[in-house]
Structure formats: C-alpha cells, structure tokens
T-cell receptor
Framework: VQLEESGGGLVQPGRSLRLSCAAS????????MNWVRQVPGKGLEWVSG????????RYADSVKGRFTISRDNAKKTLYLQMNSLRPGDTALYYC???????????????WGQGTMATVSS | SYVLTQPPSVSVAPGKTARITCGGN??????VHWYQQRPGQAPVLIIY???DRPSEIPERFSGSNSGNTATLTITRVEAGDEADFYC???????????FGGGTKLTVL
C-alpha cells in the first residue's frame, strides 16, 4: 500500500501548482482521500477531502475558493490544484487515504511522504 | 471553529507511562484519532475511533475519550517512542477535520 506525491516546487505568489498523488496496493475507488499540509517545524493542517466517488468535497477555510481537489479513479490518482498561491501556503503537502469511503469520521490510515510547495518571490 | 488543545511537550523516563491529553469542548461526543510523527517522517495512525489500534501498533499504545478530554496512553515507554503526537476529530458543525497542535514526547 503506497501513496506517492509529486508536483511540488518553487512558485511565485499568485501563481499555480498542481499536486498529484499516485496510489498503489489498494482499491483506490473504495476510499476517501485527503490532503494535509505541514509547515516545516509546525503542526498538521487538514487542507481538503474527497469521497470515493467525488460526491462529497470539503475544504479548509484557508484554501476555499483557491484550491480544488479531484480524483481520477481509473488512474488511481488524487489531485490538488492550487491557484492564487500565497507565501502562507508554503508547506509539505501529504496525500492521505481514509479508512472509509466517506470523508466523515474515518481516520487517515496511509500517508505519503509528502511534496514540498514553496511560494516565494 | 472547533479547537483541540494539546500540551506542547511531555517528558517521561524509559519504562514509565506517558499520558498525552487532547482537550476540546465535549470531545467525548466525537471520535478521536491519534497520529505519531517521528522526526523527518510522515505521520502514522496509531489509534482510531478513540481506542482502536492498527494491528501493527504495539499494545503499549491505548486511547480513551470522555467529557472534555481524550487521552493517549503509552506504557513502558521506549526511546524509540520519541515523536510528535497529534489528535484529530471530525467537526460536524463546520464539516472540517481538525488537528490538535501536537505534543512532543521526550524520553529522558
């Protein structure tokens, strides 16, 4: 069971990044997925979650309207489109698998190693 | 928005018991999950639904939740347990996941 993030990098404020998360070793379309970020040396912050069939999507207030989560079950891939990036979005972004099909309640039982997004001029 | 409060640090001698608290308004009515994050590594789920434990997690780790406090208990603490620990709940009023601020466990 593995999650592998990609797409991070250095970007100027106001620009965009698209993160990807490739899943393997489990039936991807049976489970909800989430993005969690962590500023180096700081705590965890939930960013967004999506249910198994994309029917339920939620965002943290800090990213709502700027970030878009999506998934392609055929490709077993989770995405995070990040627009209008700010320096405060600089963080390590983790892709996580939920224990259940819905976003609600079920813990994050698998985590990727993360991809770093740095927003700076 | 819902807030989970954890002590920034807890210290314990090897072989003793560590207790890490997670405070929140009526958190006992919610289900709490706990994660361990060792330095330089991704978080790992160690307790889910208040007190259940993934099969690969040692029995030394346990959780409880009642009233305004959830507690992670680690018995017979080992040097390898040193890590940051985070509690997590689903806040149904905001439809958001919430993490506590994290607790750094130091083994003396």
């Amino acid at each position: 069971v593995q999650l592998e993030e990609s797409g991070g990098g250095l970007v100027q404020p106001g620009r965009s990044l698209r993160l990807s998360c490739a899943a393997s070793g489990f039936t991807f379309d049976d489970y909800a997925m989430n993005w969690v970020r962590q500023v180096p040396g700081k705590g965890l912050e939930w960013v967004s979650g999506i249910s198994w069939n994309s029917g339920t999507i939620r965002y943290a207030d800090s990213v709502k309207g700027r970030f878009t989560i999506s998934r392609d079950n055929a490709k077993k891939t989770l995405y995070l489109q990040m627009n209008s990036l700010r320096p405060g979005d600089t963080a390590l972004y983790y892709c996580t698998k939920g224990q259940g099909a819905t976003i609600l309640h079920s813990a994050f039982d698998i985590w990727g190693q993360g991809t770093m997004a740095t927003v700076s001029s | 928005s819902y807030v989970l409060t954890q002590p920034p640090s807890v210290s314990v001698a090897p072989g003793k018991t560590a207790r890490i608290t997670c405070g929140g308004n009526n958190v006992g009515s919610k289900t709490v999950h706990w994660y361990q994050q060792r330095p330089g590594q991704a978080p790992v789920l160690i307790i889910y639904y208040d007190g259940d434990r993934p099969s690969e997690i040692p029995e030394r780790f346990s959780g409880s939740n009642s009233g305004n406090t959830a507690t992670l208990t680690i018995t017979r603490v080992e040097a390898g347990d040193e890590a940051d620990f985070y509690c997590q709940v689903w806040d149904s009023s905001s439809d958001h996941w919430v993490f506590g601020g994290g607790t750094k466990l130091t083994v003396l």
